[in-house]
């Protein structure tokens, strides 16, 4: 199986149709995940920080009596840290940590839209020649000139950080 293919084979299994993503700015990017991994959308709130957690780690929120560990995308992928604005929303997630689901919230910069990709506006993460880790990426989406990043959202912490966040390490 080619990388395409596999990329391909991920997008149709993700929705059992054409690959359906919500799509988010960091930046001057755009990234996309699985819709079937957002569980909601909110705008930013009060975080409690927590102690001794890495710096991408901003804390929890309780949500409707749920305590949901809250993670700021920016500073995960090492991009300069930007106050939080109105357009400023937390992404719900549903992630899997060693077997089990757990809800983190993902801090990014703006929400932009759901798009549905298709087969062909897909292609694996370009390679730069360097070892570079790119587990946490399952292709680049090509929509209407634009390049779009689908992010595979149960990579982009690991099982540890997971763990570490839902208080199981």
Same mark, same amino acid.
């Given at each position: 199986?080619?990388?395409?293919?596999?990329v391909?084979?991920?997008l149709?299994?993700t929705?059992?149709?054409?690959g359906?993503? =919500?799509?988010f700015?960091?930046g001057?990017?755009? *990234?996309?995940?699985? &819709?079937?991994?957002?569980k909601e959308? &909110?705008?930013?709130?009060? &975080?409690?920080?927590v102690p001794n957690n890495?710096?991408?780690?901003?804390?929890?929120?309780?949500?409707? !009596?749920?305590?949901?560990?809250i993670? !700021?995308?920016? =500073?995960?992928?090492?991009?300069?840290?930007?106050? *939080?604005d109105?357009?400023?929303?937390?992404?719900?997630?549903?992630?899997?940590?060693?077997?089990?689901?757990?809800? &983190?919230?993902?801090v990014? %910069?703006?929400v932009?839209?759901?798009?549905?990709?298709?087969?062909?506006?897909?292609? /694996? /993460?370009?390679?730069?020649?360097?070892?570079? %880790?790119?587990?946490?990426? =399952?292709?680049?989406?090509k929509?209407?000139?634009?390049?779009?990043?689908?992010? %595979?959202i !149960?990579?982009?912490?690991?099982?540890?950080?997971?763990?570490?966040? %839902?208080? !199981?390490?």
């Amino acid at each position: 199986m080619t990388e395409l293919s596999a990329v391909q084979e991920v997008l149709q299994n993700t929705s059992g149709q054409v690959g359906k993503f =919500l799509t988010f700015m960091l930046g001057k990017e755009e *990234y996309g995940i699985s &819709i079937l991994k957002v569980k909601e959308i &909110i705008g930013i709130m009060e &975080i409690t920080e927590v102690p001794n957690n890495p710096e991408f780690a901003k804390g929890v929120i309780n949500l409707r !009596d749920r305590v949901i560990p809250i993670i !700021d995308l920016r =500073l995960k992928f090492n991009m300069e840290e930007k106050e *939080y604005d109105s357009r400023t929303c937390i992404i719900v997630v549903e992630v899997v940590s060693r077997q089990k689901k757990i809800q &983190i919230g993902i801090v990014v %910069d703006e929400v932009s839209e759901v798009l549905s990709v298709s087969e062909s506006e897909t292609e /694996p /993460p370009p390679d730069f020649g360097i070892q570079i %880790d790119q587990a946490n990426i =399952l292709g680049i989406a090509k929509v209407a000139g634009k390049i779009k990043i689908l992010l %595979d959202i !149960d990579r982009v912490l690991s099982q540890e950080e997971v763990a570490a966040l %839902d208080g !199981d390490a």
